[in-house]
């Protein structure tokens, strides 16, 4: 199984809700990550984590909160959005953050808008 | 941190016809650089990839070419078919740092029927 899943596929979300994206994979890997990605632009990082431990932050706003709750799932918990932050989430991982070939396997994404 | 260049931004070729895309990167260091090709809806899809102690690599009809010293490596897709026409992102990768993919900014390839 090569395969990693992302819940929701599309998410409309007031600026007053909270709502969480889920993402998993069963391939072993022991580092995920969260990606955010604008139309027509490359993926931008958000947070890596490995061994379930929060390793990179890339100044993410506290609206985000990564969770990894174990090696196979990993979760994006949203609070009090804002419009700019409609895009496509894409969660990925790898089978750790230091091999020397260390393929990343990305989810097909969640479609976030942001009213 | 790394930079990644990508051109050309956008790509139109006559189905059957060969497509390049060239990334340029600025790190020395970095030593592993996938290729991905993302479907509209889609993630992103490893198609090919390098490491640095390779100069070519070949898979049916993509191949990736590095060219270390000039620190560029670029996408050839031969015998293009409709089905290849996608988003593709060239990425530098500097292992033992946390596994930071620095991504180029994409290039989108159209194959006309």
């Known amino acids: 199984d090569t395969e990693v899943t992302q819940t929701p596929k599309h998410l409309v979300m007031g600026m007053t809700n909270k709502k969480s994206l889920k993402c998993e994979q069963h391939?072993?890997?022991?580092?995920m990550y969260w990606y955010k990605q604008k139309a027509k632009k490359p993926p931008e990082l958000m947070f890596v984590?490995?061994?379930?431990?929060?390793?990179i932050n890339e100044s993410v706003p506290s609206r985000f909160s990564p969770e990894c709750p174990n090696s196979s799932l990993l979760n994006l918990h949203l609070h009090a959005l804002q419009p700019e932050d409609s895009a496509l989430y894409l969660c990925?991982?790898?089978?750790?953050?230091?091999?020397?070939?260390?393929?990343?396997?990305f989810g097909p994404g969640t479609r976030l808008t942001v009213l | 941190g790394e930079n990644v260049e990508q051109h050309p931004s956008t790509l139109s070729v006559q189905e059957g016809d060969s497509a390049v895309i060239k990334c340029t990167y600025s790190?020395?260091?970095?030593?592993?650089f996938p290729w991905y090709k993302q479907e509209l809806g889609k993630g992103p899809q490893l198609i090919i990839d390098?490491?640095?102690?390779?100069g070519e690599k070949k898979d049916q009809r993509i191949a990736v070419t590095l060219n270390k010293t000039a620190k560029h490596f670029s996408l050839h897709i031969t015998e293009t078919q409709p089905e290849d026409s996608a988003v593709y992102f060239c990425?530098?990768?500097?292992?033992?740092?946390?596994?930071?993919?620095?991504f180029g900014t994409g290039t989108s390839l159209t194959v006309i029927p």
């Open positions: 990925a991982s790898s089978q750790d953050t230091v091999s020397s070939y260390n393929e990343q396997f």
């Open positions: 391939m072993g890997h022991r580092a």
């Open positions: 984590y490995s061994y379930e431990k929060l390793s």
């Open positions: 790190d020395s260091a970095s030593n592993y």
């Open positions: 390098i490491r640095s102690n390779v």
């Open positions: 990425a530098a990768i500097i292992f033992n740092t946390g596994n930071q993919f620095y």
